[in-house]
Structures are given as C-alpha cells and as structure tokens.
C-alpha cells in the first residue's frame, strides 16, 4: 500500500521552501561564503601574529600561509605560550575551511561538469 498525503502531488508542505530554492542559494554563494572566511581567516592570524609576536606585517601574513598550507619551513615560530595556543587554534579551524573550501570548489566543478552534460543530450 502507498502512502497518502492531503497535500496535491508536486506541492511542499505550508512553511517551507520549495526544494532546490534554498540549495540553489547556497550553491551560487558558496565559494564567495567560503572564500570570505579564508580570507578573515588570514587577516586574523596576520593581525594576531602582528601583536603577540610583534613581527612586521609580511611576516605575520607569512607565518599566517605558511602555517594553513601546513609547510612549516621554521623560520619563523610562536614564542609565547598564547600565540602557541591562537596556533593551535589557528591551525585547526583553518585547515578545517580550507577542507570546506576545497568541498566546494569540486561540488562547483562537478555542478558545471553536469550542467556540461546535460546541454549536450
């Protein structure tokens, strides 16, 4: 037996969005979304690395990429115990959006790849 609704076929339940609305928001937004927060990430550790280390601001923007990109050459590192911790921090979150970052990036290729495909049929 199949089940039934009171709600005509086609038609979302009363209060929600229809399907694909939501998701086609995000999926325009995404990489803008996405890569706005890797970029506050990088003034973040800049400004922080700038204060608690007082290194220049190209060394802090440096230490900044060189620590998300996980490269770690050694020629800069935390001396304080509270910029050791922010790095801790830093460097989770960080590599944790640069993963949501590359997740999207191939979700947006595999989307056009799709959208390819389909104009070819």
Same mark, same amino acid.
Do not use: C
């Given at each position: +037996?199949?089940? $039934?609704?009171?709600?005509?076929? *086609? ?7 229809? $399907? *694909?609305? @939501?998701s086609g928001v995000w999926e325009r937004r995404?990489?803008?979304?996405? &890569?706005?927060?890797?970029?506050? !990430?990088?003034?973040?550790? @800049? ?7 007082? %290194?220049? %601001?190209?060394? &802090?923007?440096?230490? &900044?990429?060189? !620590?998300? #990109?996980?490269? *770690? ?6 001396? @304080? ?5 922010? @790095? ?5 979150? *960080?590599? &944790?959006?640069? #993963? ?5 990036? +191939?979700? /947006?290729?595999? /989307?056009?790849?799709?959208?390819? #495909?389909? =104009? =070819?049929?």
């Amino acid at each position: +037996m199949e089940a $039934t609704s009171d709600e005509p076929e *086609g038609n979302e339940p009363e209060g929600s969005e229809p $399907t *694909g609305v @939501t998701s086609g928001v995000w999926e325009r937004r995404s990489s803008s979304v996405v &890569s706005g927060l890797a970029a506050g !990430t990088l003034l973040t550790g @800049t400004v922080v690395y700038h204060l608690l280390e007082d %290194w220049s %601001w190209v060394d &802090s923007l440096y230490f &900044s990429v060189v !620590t998300l #990109a996980t490269v *770690g050459y050694g020629d800069l590192a935390p001396t @304080t115990d509270v910029s050791k911790l922010f @790095t801790v921090v830093y460097l989770a979150s *960080g590599l &944790s959006l640069l #993963a949501a970052y590359f997740n999207e990036a +191939m979700k /947006r290729r595999e /989307r056009r790849a799709a959208k390819r #495909a389909s =104009r =070819r049929r």
